[in-house]
């Protein structure tokens, strides 16, 4: 025989929805199992490794999320292309009982469902508290893949502009700059005119897509070409060491 849900109003704001009676007195006598803490251990262990990855990182959460809560989550994102996934979800999101956004500051990811328990259906198959630190979980991992495959793409666009792009002498004047020497003092190490120095300077920032020079030796750091372990112990310009 069904059981009837309380239908009445949930008058406490929160960032998920309900479909069961949230009685305070359940909640309070609520544990998150060190089981549980645990399995999101993992979870963030996995994250660091997809991270390092450029396929489909999105979708191996997914899966990750329903495996190591046995089934008892779904992990469902708002722009999900893969039809034929969303459409075996689709079972499991019309019977879930409870859901929580997934979201990073303003930035809606999609949505957290848990299921009911498999024994009493009015109530979820997971602690309250644990799917809601579940959600949160998904949202900082998500957040740090957007971020993880932006500076992917920013330094593969780096080590394609840098790669064979700058001459000699360019990497030179770069080198200069990097440890400190202005425009007059790489000129006269360099046996150049100041001129010349500034020519070089300017390609250089196109190469690099940038125009000044604290990005051209940010984007110099990012590319791989110089490391700052590079210029330790190295003599740091003065003025007595060139003319300006």
């Known amino acids: 025989m069904a059981v009837k849900r309380n239908s009445q109003p949930d008058m406490h704001q929160s960032p998920f929805s309900s479909r069961f009676n949230s009685d305070p007195i359940y909640f309070s006598q609520e544990t998150v199992q060190w089981s549980f803490v645990r399995s999101l251990l993992h979870l963030f262990w996995i994250g660091q490794n997809l991270c390092k990855q450029q396929g489909d990182v999105v979708e191996s959460l997914c899966r990750e999320v329903a495996d190591i809560t046995q089934q008892k989550a779904q992990l469902v994102l708002k722009h999900r292309d893969n039809l034929e996934a969303t459409q075996e979800i689709e079972p499991f999101v019309d019977r879930a009982l409870i859901s929580f956004s997934v979201q990073f500051c303003e930035v809606n990811y999609g949505i957290l469902y848990i299921a009911p328990d498999d024994e009493r259906s009015t109530i979820p198959a997971m602690p309250f508290v644990a799917a809601q630190l579940l959600a949160q979980v998904c949202s900082w991992l998500l957040y740090t893949f957007e971020q993880a495959l932006f500076l992917q793409g920013q330094c593969q666009r780096l080590d394609s502009q840098v790669g064979g792009s700058l001459t000699k002498r360019e990497r030179e004047v770069l080198t200069l700059?990097?440890?400190?020497?202005?425009?007059?003092?790489?000129?006269?190490?360099?046996?150049?005119?100041?001129?010349?120095?500034?020519?070089?300077?300017?390609?250089?920032?196109?190469?690099?897509?940038?125009?000044?020079?604290?990005?051209?030796?940010?984007?110099?750091y990012q590319s791989g070409l110089f490391s700052i372990l590079d210029f330790i112990g190295t003599e740091a310009p003065t003025p007595q060491m060139c003319h300006k």
Do not use: N, W
């Open 177 to 220: 700059m990097c440890r400190g020497y202005t425009q007059h003092c790489i000129a006269e190490k360099l046996s150049i005119s100041p001129t010349t120095v500034g020519k070089h300077r300017q390609h250089i920032y196109e190469q690099l897509g940038v125009h000044c020079e604290r990005d051209a030796l940010f984007a110099a």
